[in-house]
């Protein structure tokens, strides 16, 4: 099973830029797909960005789209998340997770992820 390993949160102000790192270890298969997560505080786990290591195609949650980019590394086995334009309800833990066989449907369903990271904080202030 991989291993997850996040960085780069932080403390920030609203419009300041961030970019997330995961790096992994073990065995990543061509048919994975690395996600991104965020737990809000006292909110539940949700859907932020993914993308299927093959092919390149990524997914982003609404909330998030033209703000945030994922993006990965295959050769050094890394997921990435600019975040630009901060907002504080962009305040969260973030995780990244990795899962097999995903199709587009099932990509927001973290119950479809095998392998989660520790997250990163990120706190945007206003």
């Known amino acids: 099973q991989a291993n997850l390993a996040e960085s780069g949160g932080g403390l920030v102000q609203a419009g300041d830029s961030l970019r997330l790192s995961c790096s992994t270890s073990?065995?990543?298969?061509?048919?994975?797909?690395l996600a991104w997560f965020r737990q809000p505080p006292g909110k539940e786990r949700e859907f932020v960005a993914a993308m299927f290591r093959n092919t390149g195609r990524s997914s982003y949650a609404d909330s998030v789209k033209g703000r945030f980019t994922i993006s990965r590394d295959n050769a050094k086995k890394a997921l990435y998340l600019q975040m630009d334009s901060l907002k504080p309800d962009d305040t969260a833990l973030y995780y990244c997770?990795?899962?097999?066989?995903?199709?587009?449907?099932?990509?927001?369903?973290?119950?479809?992820?095998?392998?989660w990271g520790q997250g990163t904080q990120v706190t945007v202030s206003s």
């Open positions: 997770a990795l899962g097999r066989r995903l199709i587009l449907s099932s990509l927001r369903n973290s119950g479809a992820y095998d392998s």
């Open positions: 073990g065995p990543i298969f061509s048919d994975s797909t």
